[in-house]
């Protein structure tokens, strides 16, 4: 049991304090018979002593990974981009957010199936999934990832992706829009969408060959 507690995290700053303790704690216990019982109902609030001083040391560095626009090569695909630029983009959202709120209700919708056309807890596409999750904080998008792209300030090359920032791709399945798939960027080159295969999910952008290769722009929503 020790050495499973050891392996639930590495320690960091005061959280090596937490484990050491309740290790002695654990350990202590076994030498007294009377304290067995107690000790079986006191491992849950130990884990959940370990947790809350895992993610506590952990805070503010989800974004340790920088992730920078790419630029294109593709001069075939820079120029469908041109071509959709000039159809209306970079438009403005009805209101302030708090991306963060964003977020929190699109990761607890993980594991949600997929289901095209779908927009409710019951069953998402991607952007139903986009849509739905702005929708809480009462920012007003469109339905579809074609449409959803024209909103926000397109991210130039080299330039850094945050938090909240909309990802767009191209060329996931067989359709004349330019723009076929939509996630949000969660940091630490990570993004969570909705896959036609398992549903409401968490993807790397970058390091994985598929999304990075239909990787089309990211859009900073803004008033």
């Given amino acids: 049991m020790a050495q499973l507690l050891l392996n639930c995290a ?6 090596l ?7 002695n704690q654990m350990e202590s216990n076994r030498t007294k018979p009377a304290a067995k019982k107690i000790s079986k109902f006191m491992l849950p609030y130990l884990f959940g002593i370990l947790i809350v001083a895992q993610v506590a040391a952990s805070g503010g560095n989800n974004s340790n990974y920088a992730v920078h626009h790419p630029i294109i090569t593709d001069h075939t695909l820079e120029a469908k981009i041109a071509a959709f630029e000039k159809t209306g983009v970079n438009k403005k959202i009805n209101i302030d957010y708090d991306v963060e709120e964003v977020i929190e209700y699109a990761t607890s919708l993980i594991g949600t199936p997929h289901v095209m056309g ?8 991607c952007s139903g999934l986009v849509k739905l999750v702005h929708e809480k904080s009462k920012v007003e998008l ?11 300030t397109i991210l130039s090359s080299g330039e850094e992706l945050k938090r909240g920032d909309l ?18 960027y969660l940091g630490d080159n990570k993004f969570i969408h909705t896959s036609a295969s398992r549903g409401v999910i968490i993807s790397t952008l970058f390091d994985d060959n598929y999304y990075e290769k239909h990787y089309l722009f990211a859009t900073r929503l803004e008033r």
Avoid: M, W
Wanted: hydrophobic share 25%; glycine share 8%; aromatic share 12%.
């Fill in 17 to 23: 304090c937490v484990r050491v303790y309740c290790l």
């Fill in 167 to 184: 990802v767009f791709f191209h060329s996931t399945y067989k359709k004349s829009h330019l723009v076929t798939h939509s996630g949000i």
């Fill in 10 to 15: 590495q320690p960091v700053n005061n959280e």
């Fill in 118 to 125: 779908g927009y409710s807890p019951a069953g998402l596409d």
């Fill in 142 to 152: 469109p339905r579809s990832s074609h449409d959803q792209a024209r909103y926000g």
